[in-house]
């Protein structure tokens, strides 16, 4: 499910494009489900707007997907996410993480990446000048910072999540960015 269609093309890829605000109730029967669904304060426009996304629209579409049969869930958080922090945004991220741990899905991952390294003009996301800097710094500081600091390849977030998803541990796993480096 997304927002909007996907370019890529493959015989088991299905684009359900939903309005996360209005999900339909007939939703496909699903095993597993990966939601990588967030925005930016800025992007969203408030701070209302953005935890409409991701805390709101994110549990919309677990509650949703549960129904649908999901026993296994993967969520991209964020690094910092904590229920309790001052940091809105990480706060939100937390508040989501808690929301996801009590829906009761059989295994339940979190991935929680540091900066995501990636092409998001290709996303058709707008540019970020401080990311921008920020990735520029540690890729060349990248070998001096500890792994859960550096960088990291979006795909090597997926690949991380997918394999942990597919290995279904029990319980809540969550992935730190250096456990991720490298996919």
Known sequence: MGRRTLDQK??????HVVDFAALPHDLPRVDDCFIALGTTIKVAGSQEAFRAIDLKAVEALALAVK???ATKLGVVSAMGANSQSSVFYNRIKGEMEVSLARMGFKSLVIARP??????????????????????MLTRKLGPLLPSNYRAIAAKDVAHALIRSVKAGTPGVVTLLSGEMQGG
Do not use: M, V
């Not at 493959?10 to 684009?15: G, V």
């Not at 540091?114 to 996301?125: E, F, K, M, P």
């Open 10 to 15: 493959h015989p088991k890829l299905f684009c």
């Open 114 to 135: 540091s900066l995501i390294d990636g092409d998001r003009t290709a996303l058709n996301q707008p540019g970020r000048a401080g990311e921008g800097l920020g990735l």
């Open 67 to 69: 129904a649908s049969g």
